[in-house]
């Protein structure tokens, strides 16, 4: 019974999404260690949250608590995974650029002693283990099966949508292609990248306090003291004063922390990465982290109010 329901969900998810969907979902899965089915993963997800709701809802009704808890909890799971999935590949494509130029210097060290490039990194590949060497070999594969070396090559960058990537492998195969000095080029390259990568740790390691305090002032102290202001109008009201603002304060308290933490994740990423897009992975997290905090520190402060009282 359970595996008929599974399946027959698996199907109408398959012909719903098409496959070139289905096949950058998969990839995404697969890069962040992920190693099942589209359709499977977002069926279980679906499930996992049909319980979860049903649950956290019976839970609610016994305890008094606000109903909106139940959402915000089940909504947790699929903006966990795929903040998690988005991390794990953003994590994965910081080792790749990092790994890059002791590779390209390994690269160059194979050509100075009378490989050819493609035989270069065949070479190389048999002898790393890392994510970068990951995609050469499937580069490699792919040229095995007719594909030219470039082209291949280009694709990596492609996929993982990094410039310097694509900068790195579109000087290597102009320079292949001209005829210039490929070992001395790999090495002017791999010191360029060093320096960027250096660069950009010591940028972050100076923003960092900045960054801890605008997280610290959307996921905290904001939710916070809203709640507490929300919290103060529910008590006039029972004490019999009536506040014309109590029916707006919900909703534009709801609105200020959302838009808070948007503006505070597109902040994150320009700081960061000097790419506002990137925040978007901070979006994820910090949104319902700080929604969770405004409704939960009522809940909480109401038990304790109340407990006073």
């Known amino acids: 019974m359970y595996n008929k329901i599974i399946k027959k969900i698996n199907n109408h998810i398959k012909n719903r999404l098409s496959e070139e969907t289905i096949y950058k979902i998969q990839r995404k899965l697969i890069d962040s260690g992920i190693f099942i089915k589209t359709e499977e993963l977002i069926t279980i997800t679906i499930l996992t949250m049909l319980i979860t709701l049903i649950i956290t809802t019976i839970i609610c009704i016994i305890f008094t608590i606000h109903i909106i808890t139940s959402i915000i909890i089940t909504l947790t799971i699929p903006l966990s995974l795929t903040f998690y999935i988005y991390y794990k590949n953003e994590k994965r494509l910081e080792e790749i650029e990092q790994e890059l130029p002791d590779y390209l210097r390994q690269i160059s060290s194979l050509i100075k002693v009378g490989l050819g490039l493609e035989s270069a990194f065949k070479e190389l590949s048999q002898t790393i283990n890392n994510s970068l060497n990951d995609e050469i070999k499937r580069a490699l594969l792919e040229t095995s099966f007719g594909r030219p070396f470039d082209e291949s090559l280009m694709e990596i960058a ?9 900068h790195t492998f579109q000087l290597i195969i102009h320079s292949w292609n ?17 320096d960027t990568i250096m660069l950009k740790k010591q940028r972050k390691a100076g ?41 707006v304060i919900p909703i534009s308290s709801t609105g200020y922390i959302i838009i808070q933490a948007i503006l505070v994740s597109i902040l994150l990423g320009i700081v960061m990465y000097s790419d ?18 405004y409704y939960f520190s009522q809940q909480i402060l109401t038990g304790i109010m109340g407990g006073i009282i």
């Open 158 to 166: 492609n996929k993982n949508n990094s410039d310097n990537l694509k």
């Open 178 to 194: 001209s005829g210039g000095n490929l070992s001395e080029i790999l090495e002017a390259i791999a010191d360029d990248l060093s």
């Open 207 to 247: 923003v960092m306090m900045s960054v801890m305090f605008l997280v610290i002032s959307s996921v905290i102290a904001t939710p916070f003291a809203l709640g507490m202001i929300q919290l103060y109008t529910q008590f006039i009201s029972i004490s019999g004063r009536t506040n014309p603002l109590s029916e």
């Open 276 to 293: 506002a897009k990137k925040g978007i992975k901070y979006m994820i997290i910090i949104v319902p982290a700080s929604l969770a905090v």
